[in-house]
Structure formats: structure tokens, C-alpha cells
């Protein structure tokens, strides 16, 4: 009989220890900061304290789309840039619908230009100060700039920063599974 009782507590202490072995790691983890795991980050600049896109001086206003929009200044070599982010937007491949395309170009060069597939062009009335060549964008369906990037940021990076919020936002109306 004595073997009953003890055996029960025995059974009792090692189910106590297996609800508290997940609290006391939280806690070494916490305290020793072991085993936390990194925080992802932004490649590009994270919310740059720019305008809406409603508000940026352009010619002709531009307003929010359903689409998240990757606006880029074209001041440099206009004819690579566009090139450059129109190869981006089709590796996103069934995410392509999604994003539309942003050129903005001096307005003086504006004549000559000609948009690309999936792409909208647009020009400065006047360059703003917050703006330099070469820059772009990522904005969010709202018009508001979610991340911006200084000139000949890596495609790889914007790749990765726009597969990222492609795939936490998900798309309206989609069912979820």
C-alpha cells in the first residue's frame, strides 16, 4: 500500500513540472535574452515622413487605388529604371495584379514618354524637396507611403519588402482558408 500513495505524488510532481517547464523557459529567455528570435526588418526606409500621394505636387493629382503602388522618380535613365521595375513587377507573378507602377518624370520629358504594361505616368509640377532622382516608393492602397528607398536600392531588397506586405495584407475579398 505504501507504494500507491508515493507513486500518485510522483505522478502528480511530474505533471506539475510539465505545465511549468514551458513558463520557466519563457522566463530564462526573457530574463538571459537567449534564444529570442530577430525581428524582421525593412530593407527600405519604414514609414518615411512623407505626403499622401493625393498631396504630392504633380501635374495632374493623382488619388488611392485599390493597388499598392511602387512610384519611383525618373530623373536619371528614365528608359533602365522603368525596365528595372517593370521586370520586378512581373516576377511577382500572381501577386502582379496587385501592384501598379508609379513613373514620374519632368514635366518637360513628359511628351516623349510612353507608359509601360501595368504601368502610370505622371510628372512634377515643380520636384519637391523631400523627393531626390532616382528614389521610389512603396505605397499602400490608401495613397500614404508605407516604405521609400534611396537610389539603386537592390532589387532583391524591394523584392522582398513588397513580397512581405503582399503576403500580410492580404488582398479584399479573398476568402480566407
Known amino acids: 500500500m505504501m507504494t500507491r500513495p508515493r507513486h500518485s505524488r510522483l505522478k502528480l510532481l511530474l505533471l506539475m513540472a510539465l ?3 514551458p513558463l520557466l523557459s519563457a522566463w530564462a529567455m526573457v530574463t538571459w535574452r537567449v ?14 515622413e512623407l505626403p499622401a500621394l493625393a498631396d504630392w505636387p504633380l501635374e495632374e493629382p493623382m488619388t488611392a487605388s485599390e493597388h499598392w503602388v511602387l512610384a519611383f522618380d525618373c530623373r536619371g535613365d528614365c528608359a533602365a529604371q522603368a525596365d ?3 521586370r520586378l513587377h512581373r516576377a511577382l507573378g500572381r501577386e502582379a495584379p496587385r501592384l501598379e507602377r508609379l513613373r514620374i518624370v519632368a514635366a ?7 507608359a509601360l504594361p501595368g504601368e502610370r505616368l ?18 499602400s492602397p490608401q495613397g500614404e507611403v508605407v516604405l521609400g528607398y534611396s537610389p539603386g536600392a537592390p532589387l532583391r ?3 522582398d519588402d513588397l513580397q512581405h506586405l503582399l503576403k500580410v495584407n492580404p488582398e479584399r475579398g479573398a476568402s480566407s482558408n
Do not use: K, N, Y
Open 108 to 114: 518637360e520629358t513628359m511628351p516623349g514618354q510612353a
Open 84 to 86: 528595372r521595375w517593370w
Open 35 to 48: 534564444g529570442i528570435p530577430e525581428g524582421r526588418t525593412a530593407h527600405g526606409q519604414l514609414a518615411p
Open 19 to 21: 505545465f511549468a517547464a
Open 157 to 159: 531588397d524591394v523584392m
Open 122 to 139: 505622371a510628372s512634377w509640377r515643380s520636384p519637391p524637396a523631400w523627393g531626390e532622382p532616382d528614389a521610389l516608393w512603396l505605397l
